[in-house]
């Protein structure tokens, strides 16, 4: 019923056809969104305020979006050197809350030279964030067990650990809250005096370039690309398909763990229970629709912490629930995904 | 003993949210559609059963408008699916998003709010809790009384009837199914829904029949254990209701163990269920070669492809 008339999968999609279906796909999505919006009671003249002038226009917002941007960069491009392999990497949060747990252990305990407190915190988080997607990964080598929803799995497991922590020995003794106290000065990001902005930008661009560079311009970018379309093929070719797989989904734990050093040491200075939430979808929705290239993950990273932004002004202005932006999140993503229908088929009737 | 009996009482009702799911996820699987949006049908079908008994609705109604917002949310995944050929991964994580987000907008309002669920069978037919099987018979509900039911005739359809075998042929080679004049394609878009039925059912089964109130996240990754439920019963009804009882108890082992006053780590607890699920993923595939995975599972069926 559904194939009366013939669908033949087009042999090159071309540029122009399939950069008018991924517009139009974003296009759709972000409509509906917007009507969604409109209909949760903001007006739209808001909307554009907020999304456009307010996030990118003004010198506050922009600082906002940039700080917002950081971690979006890096739970990005953990999603997309995996998706790059055709690793589904669905524990970025459990990653990034494992990373703020780490920096966070460093950042209050306090021990040790305090020039080398920064630098221990960044790669302690990088390391467990890699250790933690190490288990699914060896779990889908050895065994074959779907790394999908080993990796979520453990995602919550990692969830379940900090509010352990934060219910149990870091809670602030001044207040009994479930949050840590805060970090000394020295465990914290400079301010680079614009809004929120801080030295975390650094670390963040270093990481963006390493990993532009290594897919673009080195034999890993080669391998990963022919073990993501055809891992036999690339086998039988004699090419490094283990170590590739391998390689670059530890990046992608460590990238994520960084994420979650960044958030803790860099804006809110402490371990709260929010500091991850949110952070998987938008990984993926990042990964996906910049195709894994890096490059594109920093223009929608910046794109998504503008949505972020917006998205926190107008819970507070028009009581917009969190929820919504995962619902911009998936809707957009969902669409997109249809979209390409348009590009990888044409329609023949046949006769 | 007293543990013991408490413990046996509730089983099933933790058991029946993830047994509903998993029947709803193998027989989309059997059709060869991945399907990963089950944590956010089954958020949908909680927040619209919650909404609907507040809005007095009928419990039993309540459990209907769930499991209608679940086919309805499933609808779509079966468009991006089934009739756009998208990626069933994207897809199924899109589908989360979407039914956690929705919920997150939409039921802001009802968050918190405890209601009246369907009665059990103490109040149906009074019964005395005086002896051990009063107690755990008087705690069960109708809905759990007809799981056994509901996964005798599951497993007959599916492996015992005709349009059963043709719906299994679809995910095994639907290639062999077109030529035998099998419409591939209403048969997965018929899978689907069935699946965003079941999951929006037992969704709103987790609010409606057992917890009595709505909150945000209360599905709490039951969803994906159910995913991973369906791998360990090798797409089979009949062993999902066994595995259903395992994870059920390990998940109703934490609150009995809190009810008795254990002093036991509260959040090291809670990851009982998720390892055990891990553990039990290992043990599947190490179990060996034939898992039963429908050989077409995930992949996109064109019939104009060589397949």
């Given at each position: 019923m559904l194939d009366a008339a013939f669908l033949v999968r087009r042999q090159a999609p071309g540029l122009l056809l399939s950069s008018l279906c991924y517009a139009g796909g974003l296009a759709f999505g972000l409509a509906v969104s917007a009507a969604l919006l409109v209909q949760a009671g903001v007006p739209a003249g808001a909307l554009v305020d907020e999304f456009l002038i307010a996030t990118f226009l003004t010198s506050d917002g922009l600082a906002q979006t940039l700080t917002a941007a950081l971690p979006l960069v890096l739970v990005g491009l953990a999603s997309a050197v995996a998706m790059r392999v055709r690793f589904w990497n669905i524990g970025v949060e459990g990653q990034l809350w494992l990373g703020a747990l780490a920096a966070t252990w460093i950042g209050i305990d306090g021990t040790g030279p305090d020039a080398l407190r920064l630098p221990s915190m960044l790669l302690l988080s990088a390391v467990v964030g890699a250790a933690w997607i190490a288990l699914p990964l060896a779990l889908k080598i050895?065994?074959?067990?779907?790394?999908v929803i080993s990796t979520l799995l453990l995602g919550s497991v990692a969830f379940l650990l900090v509010q352990h922590a934060l219910f149990g020995?870091?809670?602030?003794?001044?207040?009994?809250?479930p949050v840590t106290t805060a970090f000394a000065e020295a465990a914290r990001f400079g301010s680079l005096g614009w809004g929120q902005l801080h030295g975390g930008l650094f670390v963040v661009m270093i990481a963006a370039v390493l990993v532009w560079f290594m897919l673009g311009h080195t034999r890993v970018g080669f391998y990963a690309d022919a073990v993501g379309l055809n891992p036999k093929g690339a086998r039988a070719t004699g090419l490094p398909v283990s170590a590739t797989i391998v390689g670059l989904v530890l990046l992608s734990g460590a990238l994520s763990g960084l994420a979650g050093m960044i958030i803790v040491a860099g804006t809110e200075h402490r371990l709260n229970q929010s500091v991850g939430s949110g952070y998987l979808f938008s990984a993926i929705v990042i990964a996906y629709l910049a195709r894994a290239r890096p490059l594109w993950v920093v223009v929608v990273s910046l794109a998504l912490g503008a949505v972020f932004t917006a998205g926190s002004v107008l819970k507070v202005f028009y009581g917009i629930s969190e929820g919504m932006i995962v619902l911009v999140q998936g809707t957009v993503l969902i669409s997109i995904l249809m979209a390409q229908f348009f590009s990888t088929y044409s329609l023949s009737r046949p006769g | 003993m007293d543990f013991l009996v408490g413990w046996i009482a509730i089983v099933p009702s933790y058991a029946t949210p993830l047994l509903l799911a998993s029947l709803g996820l193998i027989v989309c699987e059997r059709a060869g559609i991945l399907n990963l949006g089950a944590e956010g049908l089954m958020a949908v079908g909680a927040m619209t059963g919650a909404v609907a008994v507040l809005s007095g609705f009928d419990p039993w109604a309540a459990l209907a408008a769930g499991a209608a917002a679940g086919t309805a949310l499933a609808l779509l995944f079966g468009i991006a699916?089934?009739?756009?050929?998208?990626d069933h991964t994207l897809s199924g994580l899109a589908v989360v998003a979407i039914g956690l987000g929705v919920t997150g907008v939409v039921g802001r309002p009802y968050m918190q709010k405890t209601f009246p669920g369907i009665a059990n069978f103490g109040e149906l037919f009074g019964i005395e809790r005086s002896s051990a099987l009063g107690r755990i018979l008087a705690v069960q509900d109708p809905v759990t009384l007809a799981m056994p039911v509901l996964v005798a005739l599951l497993w007959w359809w599916l492996m015992r009837s005709g349009s059963g075998l043709r719906l299994r042929a679809v995910g095994e080679n639907p290639a062999a199914a077109d030529v035998a004049g099998i419409d591939v394609q209403v048969a997965q878009f018929g899978a689907v829904l069935v699946s965003g039925l079941l999951c929006g059912l037992a969704g709103a089964y987790l609010c409606v029949?057992?917890?009595?109130v709505w909150v945000e996240?209360?599905?709490?990754a039951r969803g994906w254990v159910a995913v991973a439920l369906v791998i360990f019963a090798r797409w089979n009804p009949a062993r999902a209701l066994v595995g259903a009882l395992v994870f059920g108890s390990a998940d109703a082992l934490v609150p009995r163990l809190q009810a008795i006053g254990a002093d036991i780590p509260v959040y090291l607890a809670m990851m009982l269920p998720y390892l055990l699920t891990l553990a039990v993923l290992v043990a599947s595939a190490m179990a060996g070669r034939a898992s039963g995975e429908p050989s077409f599972l995930g992949r996109v069926y064109l019939r104009q492809d060589k397949h």
């Open positions: 050895r065994f074959g067990v779907s790394e020995a870091w809670r602030d003794p001044a207040t009994g809250f | 699916t089934v009739v756009m050929r998208a029949a057992t917890s009595h996240g209360m599905v709490a």
